[in-house]
């Protein structure tokens, strides 16, 4: 009989972007020393993703375990962008030492920064050999950020043959049939469906269904679900993003939510396309004068 995975919902809190919850419900007992430190892991992944990027920096000091060293990398990735390529030579230099090299979350964080960083297959070296669901899962979006539906449909089928109804894998399945489009838009929105009646809503749920939705062409449906992620989460930049888009379609101002999006979070991929857009337009108009 297996043994009982205490870390079961609160992981599944973090997969569904449940962050607080996940730290609120992290007080658990009778745990591994492995697990008290994927636990720890979690949590501090779960501040880091509400923007809590300091509490990890001053939390985890230089005795911590490998995998807690790589989540307070990844905290001052993202926490100060002036010390990127600082932040990315400890990274190499930590996945250059064979002692810890094969640490699945260093792998995954090394995933994350150079995923982030748009280099794809720097990205894939150290998380193709995957090991773990979250590494599959990962690979997945890289994958699909590569244009490759093919090489993710088959990290899916590995994570189908490891655990089919595992939470990562049917967001994987999700993210695959959006990218596929077609009919596949409705498997996917019944997934985004399925979690909402069987977890607490949150903003990845809503914005998951949302998209199906505009997909489908039903854009009022997917602005109230999106309003509905923004009362959750009022700085998600990809709630604010899909509100952008969404707004369009229905002949709507986008003003609001296009600052709000600029202003928190200046990197976003849609603030690029646009401030790349209207340097191009510019650059007519000024040909033309």
């Not at 993210?175 to 607490?200: H, R, T």
């Not at 990809?238 to 888009?245: D, G, I, Q, W």
């Amino acid at each position: 009989m297996a043994a009982p995975d205490h870390l079961f919902n609160l992981r599944n809190n973090f997969y569904l972007g449940a962050y607080q919850a996940a730290i609120n419900n992290s007080n658990l007992s009778n745990l591994s020393p492995d697990d008290a430190i994927e636990r720890d892991s979690i949590v501090f992944r779960s501040y880091i993703a509400l923007g809590s990027y300091q509490l990890a920096i001053s939390e985890i000091d230089s005795s911590a375990p490998t995998s807690l060293q790589a989540v307070k990398l990844l905290a001052l990735y993202l926490s100060d962008p002036s010390s990127k390529e600082s932040t990315i030579a400890s990274l190499q230099e930590w996945l250059s030492d064979l002692a810890i090299a094969n640490n699945p979350t260093l792998r995954l964080i090394a995933g994350i920064i150079f995923m982030h960083e748009q280099d794809f297959n720097e990205a894939l070296k150290h998380t193709n050999a995957g090991g773990t669901m979250e590494l599959h899962a990962l690979n997945v979006q890289i994958f699909l950020k590569m244009h490759r539906s093919d090489y993710a449909e088959r990290q899916l089928r590995v994570m189908q043959q490891t655990d089919e109804d595992h939470t990562l894998t049917q967001l994987a399945n999700a993210w695959i049939n959006l990218a596929v489009g077609g009919s596949k838009i409705q498997e996917a929105y019944l997934i985004f469906q399925d979690f909402s009646e069987k977890y607490p809503m949150t903003s990845l749920i809503l914005n998951g269904r949302a998209v199906c939705c505009m997909h489908m062409g039903n854009f009022d449906e997917a602005e109230t679900l999106l309003l509905e992620a923004l009362n959750k989460d009022a700085k998600d930049p990809e709630t604010m993003a899909n509100l952008v888009v969404c707004s369009l379609h229905l002949g709507k101002p986008t003003s609001r939510f296009l600052s709000q999006l600029k202003l928190s979070h200046p990197d976003h991929l849609l603030v690029k396309r646009i401030s790349a857009a209207e340097e191009n337009f510019d650059r007519a108009v000024q040909s033309v004068a």
